[in-house]
């Protein structure tokens, strides 16, 4: 049993978020403990990768209310580049290419500054070399994709597994994961379920958007929300995530005063 | 991360790591040119009659000239007036015999450059000339090379030792009249390097010059003449720096290269000179004029250059692609900072039967830097089945930077194949948080996207130097994000 069980690694305070004078985000509230898995779900444009990209500190979100604290330390404060190397991981929704830079070189660039913040060595490139491999038979992803330019021409699955590759080179604490399971064949998926399976334990969190009951099935989350008009209508457990598969969002919608047409975009 | 700054809008002024000055002794002519001072310059390096004619002729003809003002740079007029046309660390008359003549004042500078001149401890597999100012102050491995009946030397060593060969190609592709700055350098040139490579002879190490302004006021003029016979092949690289100071510094450099039946010139230059402030005060004014002739059959010319200095830069290495089944290269990385301005480019002539030229060229522009490609493809009545691949793409950071496009293309042959390809792009935010989220800090996520965009240029690189050179990119544009 680990001495963080039931400790709060992220804690969401009545978080409103503004871009360009648009409010989506509008008083999220949740509790992330050391160990758990969260899933997030609800309509198309509802604000998952809002919260997730503010979890992550992209620029041009503005938090005009509320507060996030991540083991205990103020996360809004932080840059990005810190909150990688403090634990925090986000797989995204749409990797992005970097053309011209080599995948093997990218990671180990991202381990390095990782480790370097943890006090740990640099690994050499022979040394690096050997730990990928090992990560890429774990996460069964090809080793010629080491060698292309990052996501460059990969495939929808092959970015995304090529997502928790570098989730589990990076062993984040905090694991944000949007939508990993859209645009995956059914056996990738499956990969892409063990490879977070593996990691899961009770020092490391994840936080899972999905459309999709059927992740949920290879990855049973603790708990899961659904956040409509960037407001979380309910919380539940995993059966939450049946009922929904059965009778979609409107009833919920319905019971939050909401309109069930577009229930993204107000 | 409340602030909405915009990341790529912050620019500070980033840090030039080669700008202090040398104290050392110098003797130095006083500003202003005139006939007399050529005869000073030619008598300082112990030239022979018709070096001094020459260059005579080439400044009456410079008199009559006019500065070209057509490239996408501005800046003040130019006084040559105001201009010392010599510096020389002080010292005996001849030049030092070994390696410990050389003050060690001067040794001290190139290490500190990062260009040991001591063999032992040179980069394996480099020999270097290293020119401080107008004059060279260290050849390496001279010996080792004439083993293989190669020359490397300076070349006013060259003019003395061998005249023959001097005489017979120096300013056979550049000829003195070409253009305001050659026919300024062929007045007044005072230093450069001088290869020769016999038929046959692979050189067994790269050669390289390392140039350095040191002295106020000065102008630096040096001239490179490489030959490499049928056959033959050779690896060259120049790097240059210069200290900070406040006034602007000419640097009117002319490279020819010739290349006989079958022969391979490869040709880098990692340019470093120091590029101004923030403000635009200082750097130097870079009008370099280089060209290679591919003479023979098969022969071909590659230049590679990174472009990372200067506050205006002029220069265009350039192929004649005389020769049947001739090859001209060029792949350049140009970055323009600060209040950098750079119009480069190349221009491929073909005239031979099959001839082929490849142009990638990386522009990238940030802070108020302005950067342009000029590219001139012509395609002459005899050459039948040439070909050009040409690919130009720019990188912009931040809003107040610019990239421009000239190309030029000239076919008087209807079978010739040209191709040109151009792309603008922004890195991206997308990218940069993508690099942020996996614990890279901005200037490491900047670095290592332009590494990845200038990737196919950087490999065109000698080994040794591809790493100096990914790092001075990155240098060169550290605070270009915020
Ligand atoms: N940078 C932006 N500028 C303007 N609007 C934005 C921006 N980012 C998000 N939005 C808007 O905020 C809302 C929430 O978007 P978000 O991407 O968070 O939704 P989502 O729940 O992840 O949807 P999906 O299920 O389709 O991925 C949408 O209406 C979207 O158009
Ligand atoms: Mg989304």
Partial sequence: MSANEKQPLLVIED????????TILKGIDLTVNYGEVHAIMGPNGSGKSTLANVLAGREGYEVTRGKVTYKGRDLLAMPPEERAREGIFLAFQYPVEIPGVNNIYFLKAAVNAVRKHRGLPELDAMDFLELVKEKMAQMKVREEMLYRAVNEGFSGGEKKRNEILQMALLEPTLAILDEID?????????????????????????????????????????????????????????????????RGYGWLLEEAGMDAQGAGAP | MSSAEDPLDRLVKSEYKAGFVTDIEEESLPPGLDEDVIRFISAKKGEPDWLLEWRLAAFREWQKMTEPHWAHVHYPPIDYQAIS?????????????????????LLETFEKLGIPLHERAALAGVAVD??????????????????HGIIFCPLSEAVREHPELVRKYLGKVVPPTDNFFAALNSAVFSEGSFVYIPKG????????????????????????????????YVSYLEGCTAPMRDENQLHAAVVELIAERGAHIKYSTVQNWYPGDAEGRGGIYNFVTKRGLCQGEHSKISWTQVETGSVITWKYPSCILRGDHSVGEFYSVAISNLRQQADTGTKMIHIGKHTSSTIISKGISAGHGSNAYRGLVKVMDGAEGARNFTQCDSLLMGDTCSAHTFPYIEVRNPSAQVEHEATTSKISEDQLFYCRTRGLDPEEAVSLIVNGFCKEVINELPMEFAVEAQKLLGVSLEGAVG
């Fill in chain 1, 15 to 22: 978080l409103w978020v503004q871009v360009e004078d648009k």
């Fill in chain 2, 201 to 232: 002879v692979r050189c067994p190490m790269e050669l390289s010059t390392y140039f350095r302004i040191n002295a106020a006021s000065t102008g630096q003029f040096e001239r490179t003449l490489i030959i490499a016979d049928e056959d033959s």
């Fill in chain 2, 130 to 147: 290293a020119v401080f100012d107008s004059v060279s102050v260290a050849t390496t491995f001279k010996e080792k090379l004439a083993e």
């Fill in chain 1, 182 to 246: 859209s645009g995956l064949d059914i056996d990738a998926l499956r990969d892409v379920a063990d490879g977070v399976n593996a990691l899961r334990g009770p020092d490391r969190s994840f936080i899972m958007v999905t459309h999709y009951q059927r992740l949920l099935h290879y990855i049973e989350p603790d708990h899961i929300h659904v956040l409509a008009y960037g407001e979380v209508i309910r919380s539940g457990d995993r059966t939450l995530a049946h009922e929904l598969e059965e």
């Fill in chain 2, 85 to 105: 046309y010599w510096a020389a660390p002080k010292r005996p008359e001849d030049r030092p015999q070994s390696l410990d003549e050389v003050d060690p004042e």
